[in-house]
T-cell receptor, first 112, second 111 residues
Framework: AQRVTQPEKLLSVFKGAPVELKCNYS??????LFWYVQYSRQRLQLLLR??SRESIKGFTADLNKGETSFHLKKPFAQEEDSAMYYC??????????????FGKGTKLTVNP | DSGVTQTPKHLITATGQRVTLRCSPR?????VYWYQQSLDQGLQFLIQ???????AKGNILERFSAQQFPDLHSELNLSSLELGDSALYFC??????????FGPGTRLTVT
């Protein structure tokens, strides 16, 4: 079954330290992976998609098919990065509809 | 601003009641998704509509139902409300796979 696992419920780092939010997925096909961010119970916002290989707000994420991982990284964390981060896997069901499966999220706190 | 709007912002109601949450997707997006977010369950997918038709169902209770209208706005109906239904309800719309734009959410409190 398709599944997204974010092993850390909470992650706390100091400002300026590197941060890595882990995401592992389970999917037999070719995955489409995304990171979404939610600041203080606001709406979720798309942060990154693996297809575009972009860097947003200093964050990058690399798809590692061998390890079935899509970890989110930032070399120097900022206080404004404190938020809830969700990893998500998009795939087509057998019925042809698109489904987006979210991990349970990691709450990142960046301390001053 | 994602372009997705939801009303109302907050809703307080009593157990056993019925409420309707409304969502207007971004202009041009045909897909609408509904999610429930609670502290203990995290983000749970409820249901998806595409151009007026139900496309996928997630962890949606039988007491809940949804529809998408010809103008593409969607409504989520929650009935026989229980205390445990208190949560943030988000809708999202999507232009294509995986890229979902979320609304600000409706915070439902059942007392």
């Amino acid at each position: 079954a398709q599944r997204v696992t974010q092993p850390e419920k909470l992650l706390s780092v100091f400002k300026g330290a590197p941060v890595e939010l882990k995401c592992n997925y389970s999917y037999s096909g070719s995955p489409e992976l995304f990171w979404y961010v939610q600041y203080s119970r606001q709406r979720l916002q798309l942060l990154l998609r693996h297809i575009s290989r972009e860097s947003i707000k200093g964050f990058t994420a690399d798809l590692n098919k061998g390890e079935t991982s899509f970890h989110l990284k930032k070399p120097f964390a900022q206080e404004e990065d404190s938020a809830m981060y969700y990893c998500a896997l998009s795939f087509l069901t057998q019925g042809g509809s698109e489904k987006l499966v979210f991990g349970k999220g990691t709450k990142l706190t960046v301390n001053p | 601003d994602s372009g997705v709007t939801q009303t109302p912002k907050h809703l307080i109601t009593a157990t056993g009641q019925r409420v309707t949450l409304r969502c207007s997707p971004r202009s041009g997006d045909l897909s609408v998704y509904w999610y429930q977010q609670s502290l203990d369950q995290g983000l749970q997918f409820l249901i998806q509509y595409y151009n007026g038709e139900e496309r996928a169902k997630g962890n949606i209770l039988e007491r809940f139902s949804a529809q998408q209208f010809p103008d593409l706005h969607s409504e989520l109906n929650l009935s026989s409300l229980e205390l445990g239904d208190s949560a943030l309800y988000f809708c999202a719309s999507s232009p294509f796979m995986g890229e979902q734009y979320f609304g600000p959410g409706t915070r439902l409190t059942v007392t």
